[in-house]
């Protein structure tokens, strides 16, 4: 079946260091893959997508590139902020099946 | 542009208990899914209306039903609410332009929590 495993967290980082959540994801087919962030107290959004193999999405300085070959789609970012400060979920979905499937999300910590 | 709204934000019911749950769809979005987030865990699917009909469900019971209304809101409801129903309870709407389902990008509320006691 579908699935989507991404690493535990928190992840605890300081202002400035570079960011990557991994996540990893089994799926037959070609599903389209999304971060979405949930900061505290707020609903789920959107962060990117990419919907073939080598895509690249990207927003806000994050990006994740859909790699068929080893079923991931990490997330990164360069240089975080404290406003970075969120819990961060991957998850797929295949247009014939119309729903999302979720990874566990990963809580990021920045420290100024 | 209003986005998705959801009522009420909090809910304590008991076991036993029959609840539902309220969800307003972003301006021209006329797809509504519903999910479940507990604590700490990702959201699982619990079903998905299109034009006021099911058009799809995940792994939950008859328990959990739901309606769309011709203006695209949608409620939850929840009959014989058990404890392992404490979770926040996601709806997320987006627009669907053609006869074939689609998983793209999905705009989310806030979230209503029930707290079954």
Same mark, same amino acid.
């Given at each position: 079946g579908n699935s989507v495993t991404q690493m535990e967290g928190p992840v605890t980082l300081s202002e400035e260091a570079f960011l990557t959540i991994n996540c990893t994801y089994t799926a037959t087919g070609y599903p389209s893959l999304f971060w979405y962030v949930q900061y505290p107290g707020e609903g789920l959004q959107l962060l990117l997508k990419a919907t073939k193999a080598d895509d690249k999405g990207s927003n806000k300085g994050f990006e994740a590139t859909y790699r068929k070959e080893t079923t991931s789609f990490h997330l990164e970012k360069g240089s975080v902020q404290v406003s970075d400060s969120a819990v961060y979920f991957c998850a797929l979905g295949r247009d014939s099946n119309y729903q999302l499937i979720w990874g566990a999300g990963t809580k990021l910590i920045i420290k100024p | 542009e209003t986005g998705v709204t959801q009522s009420p934000t909090h809910l304590i019911k008991t076991r036993g208990q029959q609840v539902t749950l309220r969800c307003s769809s972003q301006s021209g979005h006329n797809t509504v899914s519903w999910y479940q987030q507990a604590l700490g865990q990702g959201p699982q699917f619990i079903f998905q209306y299109y034009r006021e009909e099911e058009n799809g469900r995940g792994n939950? /019971? /008859?328990?959990f039903s739901g309606l769309q209304f011709p203006n695209y809101s949608s409620e939850l409801n929840v009959n014989? $609410?058990? $404890? !392992? !129903?404490?979770a926040l309870y996601l709806c997320a709407s987006s627009p669907r332009t053609s006869g074939y389902p689609s998983t793209d990008t999905q705009y989310f509320g806030p979230g209503t929590r029930l707290t079954v006691l």
């Open positions: - | 939950f /019971p /008859p328990r014989a $609410l058990e $404890l !392992d !129903d404490s």
